[in-house]
């Protein structure tokens, strides 16, 4: 704002303006010298603010690049963590591979131990029903054996003996015959003997003076010798004696002829050897 100045060259003050003109001089506001103060303000303002800008920027430019450095190095030590951690894992992934590994053969002999239990359970259980057949099989044969020395009669002993021949089979291995054991009467001792049998009654007389008694009803079963020979009386009807293998007198036991029939019915004397038959002859009788 302009004030009141002396008169250039005078040194005395103007005149004073008038109160009207004083207020329109107060209501006029001229900055004429304000311009280059203004355009200076605002160059500086600007500097200022692009220095500030470059300040801020340089700032944020050094924070960012600072922060992504960061980054990088964070990244870098995770990297470096993890690798680490994948180094000290390697160790830990092939002991936890051993360890199920040995799980796994520990669950495979514990399979094999089991079976080799369920195996030994059922050879235990095994023998035990094979003792229990087997002591089974035993007391069945020995059942059998007692049936069969029933069957087969007394044995009969090493000597002479004579008997009445049930059976014969010559076909069998070793060859058999059945033979009724018994005694052989002659003279009055054979008629004293028939009389007690009930044969004949006290005062008849026995034809032909021999007599024999069968034993009561036991029957024995003998081996034959393969080479035992059998001596027939009348063979054929002929006279005199003949000798046959024990084969071709098992025949003769099956013949209808009189001879045969004969031959079937008179008692044998018997020679036994070592437990087998080795000869028999045909004793006539009555």
């Known amino acids: 704002m302009r004030t009141p100045t002396s008169a250039p060259g005078t040194g005395e003050r103007a005149?004073?303006?008038?109160?009207?003109?004083?207020?329109?001089?107060q209501d006029l506001i001229v900055l004429p010298e304000a311009r280059p103060s203004r355009r200076w303000a605002w160059i500086a303002a600007i500097a200022a603010g692009v220095l500030v800008a470059l300040v801020v920027g340089g700032a944020i430019g050094y924070?960012?690049?600072?922060?992504?450095?960061?980054?990088?190095?964070?990244?870098?030590?995770?990297?470096?963590?993890l690798d680490a951690e994948a180094a000290a894992l390697e160790p830990l992934g092939a002991a936890q591979q051993q360890v199920a590994a040995m799980e796994l053969q520990v669950i495979r002999l514990e399979d094999k131990v089991e079976r080799q239990r369920q195996g030994n359970q059922v050879i235990l259980a095994t023998r035990?029903?094979?003792?229990?057949?087997?002591?089974?099989?035993?007391?069945?044969?020995?059942?059998?054996?007692?049936?069969?020395?029933?069957?087969?009669g007394p044995t009969v002993s090493d000597g002479t003996h004579i008997v009445k021949v049930v059976a014969a089979g010559p076909s069998q291995s070793?060859?058999?015959?059945v033979v009724q054991a018994g005694r052989w009467f002659t003279g009055p001792q054979a008629r004293r003997a028939a009389i007690e049998d009930g044969v004949i009654v006290t005062g008849q007389r026995l034809?032909?003076?021999?007599?024999?008694?069968?034993?009561?009803?036991?029957?024995?079963?003998?081996?034959?010798?393969?080479t035992a020979t059998v001596t027939v009386?009348?063979?054929?009807?002929?006279?005199?004696?003949?000798?046959?293998?024990f084969a071709e007198f098992e025949r003769i036991l099956r013949g209808d002829a009189p001879w045969a029939r004969r031959a079937a019915h008179d008692p044998y004397w018997i020679t036994v050897a070592g437990g087998d038959v080795t000869s028999m002859q045909q004793q006539r009788y009555p």
């Open 174 to 177: 070793p060859q058999r015959i």
């Open 63 to 81: 924070a960012v690049a600072d922060g992504r450095a960061d980054d990088r190095a964070a990244e870098a030590a995770a990297a470096a963590r």
């Open 15 to 25: 005149p004073a303006a008038s109160p009207a003109r004083q207020r329109r001089q």
């Open 233 to 245: 009386r009348r063979w054929a009807g002929s006279l005199g004696t003949r000798t046959v293998s």
């Open 128 to 152: 035990r029903e094979t003792r229990a057949q087997l002591d089974e099989a035993r007391a069945d044969l020995a059942a059998a054996n007692a049936d069969l020395r029933a069957l087969q």
């Open 207 to 226: 034809p032909h003076r021999r007599y024999f008694r069968p034993s009561d009803g036991v029957w024995s079963t003998v081996d034959v010798s393969p």
